[in-house]
Structures are given as C-alpha cells and as structure tokens.
Nanobody
Framework: QVQLVESGGGLVQAGGSLRLSCAASGRTFSRYAMGWFRQIPGKERELVAAISRSGGSTYYRDSVKGRFTISRDHAKNTVYLQMNSLKPEDTAVYYC?????????????????WGKGTLVTVSS
C-alpha cells in the first residue's frame, strides 16, 4: 500500500510559479513510476507530466513543455512538479499518481495509487 500526499497548491497570478510536492509512504518508492495529472470540473483527468522509476526519463504534455519540470528525490520519497510561467488555463486540481510499471501512461486505469489532489488557481 502506498499513500500519496500532495502539497504546494494555492492561488498565484499569471506568470508566477508554484512547486507541488507529493510525499509517498512506504519503502518501495523507487518501484513506482510517478506522474502528475490535473482535472478541471466537467473535464477528464489528464496527464501533465511523468517520470520513470529511476528518474532518467520524463514526459510532458505539449501545453506545459518548457514551463513545468517534474523531478523525484528517492531519499525523501517525494516527487515534485515545478510550475513556472503559469497561465489561467493551468487552473485545476492536480493529482499525484503512482504506477507499478516502468512509466505512467495517460490511461487512468494504469495508475495504482492516487493522492487526494491539491488545487492550483491562476488568476489573470
């Protein structure tokens, strides 16, 4: 069993930055590929960024490339999402996800564990 706890969300003006953190419980953090999804009410949850078990490979959806950076710290059992140059369209609830596979795909059914989410609001 893995528990994921997100933090770092909040209200920021357009152009600002936030760093989301996701702390994972348990001793098997390195076993899981990690990802950040986001969801706007009434829309499907979408994969924003993902990182492999080792941290050597990353993925970003096109709309956040060059602005967001995903990273992981195995010593702290934590994955981060650094978000810069935020836009109002980035407003959403952001969810941390863990998958017992080499990489997190965009398929929600491939995710084994979810965090409860943290709200990011970007004002114009």
């Amino acid at each position: 069993q893995v528990q994921l706890v997100e933090s770092g969300g909040g209200l920021v003006q357009a152009g600002g930055s936030l760093r989301l953190s996701c702390a994972a419980s348990g001793r098997t953090f390195s076993r899981y590929a990690m990802g950040w999804f986001r969801q706007i009410p009434g829309k499907e949850r979408e994969l924003v960024a993902a990182i492999s078990r080792s941290g050597g490979s990353t993925y970003y959806r096109d709309s956040v490339k060059g602005r967001f950076t995903i990273s992981r710290d195995h010593a702290k059992n934590t994955v981060y999402l650094q978000m810069n140059s935020l836009k109002p369209e980035d407003t959403a609830v952001y969810y941390c996800a863990a998958a017992d596979r080499p990489f997190v795909s965009g398929s929600l059914s491939d995710v084994d564990y979810w965090g409860k989410g943290t709200l990011v609001t970007v004002s114009s």
